[in-house]
């Protein structure tokens, strides 16, 4: 319910996570040794269905899986620094250990997870 959308949210949301992975098209193609992708939407409070703190679609889990399924990335390392906890990117990656998340966070705050 904390999650509304304008007649441009899919755009922006879509273009993100299209950054994302062309980041990590690079990285794997050998054009750039690592990558920052700063874009907005973030999308680090979106769970596996549902949408959630402003984020429409979790764009590092996303890229991960992409870089997991396209470029058969077996591990995958997703960073967050950010001042609220990525309850989303935990949620989706809790039991899967082919992905590390590591949150840096100011608590308490929104959403009140990742203690």
């Given at each position: ?70 470029h058969q990335a077996e591990r995958v390392a997703i960073v967050d620094w950010d001042v609220h906890h990525g309850n989303g990117t935990q949620d989706i990656f809790w039991d899967d250990p ?18």
């Amino acid at each position: 319910a904390d999650t509304t959308a304008s007649p441009k949210s899919w755009q922006a949301a879509v273009t993100a996570i299209g950054a994302a992975n062309a980041a990590v098209d690079d990285v794997f193609r050998g054009d750039v040794a690592n990558v920052f992708v700063a874009a907005r939407p973030p999308g680090h409070h979106a769970e596996k269905t549902t949408s959630m703190g402003f984020c429409l679609f979790n764009t590092a889990a996303i890229a991960a899986r992409y870089a997991q399924r396209q470029h058969q990335a077996e591990r995958v390392a997703i960073v967050d620094w950010d001042v609220h906890h990525g309850n989303g990117t935990q949620d989706i990656f809790w039991d899967d250990p082919s992905v590390l998340y590591c949150s840096t966070h100011q608590m308490p705050l929104y959403p009140g997870t990742g203690r």
